[in-house]
């Protein structure tokens, strides 16, 4: 059972719509969003929300992204929640814009809030729900996942991989995480151009 979700992020205004914050995107495009109760704690902000089999803990890292172990792993120690009992939501590279997907364990990818969850947690164990951004074709991939979304891929996340991840999101709360790798290991909402 799930019962701690990080949603890694960038914080500051800067960010809101940069790549590597597409979790905090989809998470305020989310039904639950406007009922939630933000605390300052554990370097960033955390809510509890109930979806019906138990209250979850909702974490947004204000830590930056390469060092959001740090706040998940005081949120992970205070809420006694062992590594697979917590969801991290991401941006992925290897993924295609506009496919999603949950995954347990594995590499790392080169992404640095993973390496930093790794570093603090002391596993790669724990799930992952994964939104695709793409692989851009230069060598600058800083840079790319620090850019702003264009405008109709903002508008291809809200109206489709949003809606469509949102709806798995609440089903696996009422379900179990049990076998979600094998169902939605990938959904692609819109092929990379």
């Not at 305020?28 to 979850?56: C, N, P, Y």
């Not at 939104?131 to 508008?155: C, K, N, Q, T």
């Not at 709360?173 to 094998?182: Q, V």
């Amino acid at each position: 059972m799930i019962r701690l979700c990080a949603f890694l992020g960038n914080y500051g205004k800067e960010y809101r719509l940069h790549r590597h914050n597409v979790a905090w995107l989809f998470l305020e495009s989310m039904r639950i969003s406007a009922d939630l109760h933000w605390s300052t704690k554990f370097k960033g902000i955390i809510a509890q929300a109930d979806f019906g089999s138990g209250k979850v803990s909702i974490l947004k890292p204000h830590t930056f992204m390469n060092l959001s172990g740090e706040s998940v792993i005081e949120a992970a120690r205070f809420y006694r929640c062992s590594p697979e009992e917590i969801l991290v939501v991401h941006d992925e590279l290897e993924m295609p814009f506009g496919a999603f997907g949950y995954k347990f364990s594995g590499g790392l990818g080169g992404h640095n809030g993973l390496r930093s969850l790794e570093k603090h947690l002391g596993t790669r164990d724990f799930w992952r729900l994964r939104f695709g951004i793409g692989r851009p074709d230069h060598s600058d991939i800083a840079g790319y996942v620090l850019s702003p979304f264009a405008a109709d891929e903002l508008d291809t996340l809200k109206t489709k991989v949003f809606p469509e991840a949102e709806k798995t999101f609440y089903t696996l709360f009422a379900e179990g995480i049990e076998g979600y790798e094998e169902r939605y290991r990938k959904v692609v909402c819109k092929q990379a151009p």
